[in-house]
């Protein structure tokens, strides 16, 4: 598993990183960590896939996010200061494994090999383009468009590079909630991309006909 991440590093660092970490399995339905626990790992995601879930005022639950392998997570526990909290929730959709770089090993690996705090900058830096992403997303695209790009990004992780249609087994709720919109909104949106031809709708999942279409409108 190559992580992009871990470019900004070489050969030598990237393997004191990876041998300082932990495999950690997970099954179906597993919680890997709880919302407001303290935060004390990084977790880079090898296989499976997971997802970002929050509680709402209403006390219900929101999906924010999925990641797949190449993703990781708990960057800022790597951090010096007050031991920072999970942001989120994070739940395993299928077995899965993850690497877990506890912040005391962090720490060490800092100590004896600077070059590791490259590492670090990156992981920052790359959130941060992520979510001035998202927010320029919310602020100025569309729910069409907000839709098409989601749904490009989720063949992109649930095809595994093979051609043809690709089985997106998220509801339309789940669907709603990362494009950050209503369930009835989003289920017009995808009513026009199934008639023409981009999209079947199935119980539980959404079945990408047409990626390619949906990348030219996502921007």
Do not use: C, K
């Not at 050969?11 to 990183?17: S, T």
């Not at 069409?144 to 709720?173: F, N």
């Not at 709603?176 to 209503?182: K, R, S």
Request: zero cysteines; a negative charge.
């Amino acid at each position: 598993m190559e992580w992009s991440l871990l470019a900004s590093l070489d050969e030598d660092e990237r393997r004191r990183v990876l041998s300082a970490a932990r495999r950690r399995s997970y099954g179906r339905g597993d919680v890997l960590v709880h919302e407001g626990d303290p935060s004390d790992s990084l977790h880079l995601v090898s296989s499976g896939r997971l997802a970002v879930r929050v509680s709402t005022s209403d006390g219900e639950n929101a999906t924010l996010n999925l990641l797949g392998p190449g993703d990781y997570f708990g960057e800022l526990s790597l951090l010096e200061g007050s031991p920072p909290v999970r942001s989120a929730t994070i739940v395993a959709l299928e077995d899965a494994e993850t690497l877990s770089l506890s912040a005391a090993e962090f720490r060490d690996l800092r100590r004896r090999h600077p070059a590791a705090n490259q590492l670090l900058l990156f992981l920052m830096a790359r959130r941060v383009e992520e979510l001035s992403a998202r927010l320029l997303e919310a602020m100025y695209d569309g729910l069409d468009r907000r839709v098409h790009r989601r749904l490009a990004e989720l063949a992109g992780m649930y095809g595994d590079g093979r051609p043809g249609p690709v089985v997106v087994p998220l509801t339309q709720e789940h669907l709603a909630e990362l494009v950050g919109g209503t369930r009835p909104s989003v289920n017009q949106v995808l009513q026009r991309l199934v008639a023409q031809g981009v999209v079947e709708l199935g119980r539980g999942r959404v079945v990408v006909l047409d990626r390619g279409w949906l990348e030219d409108r996502s921007g």
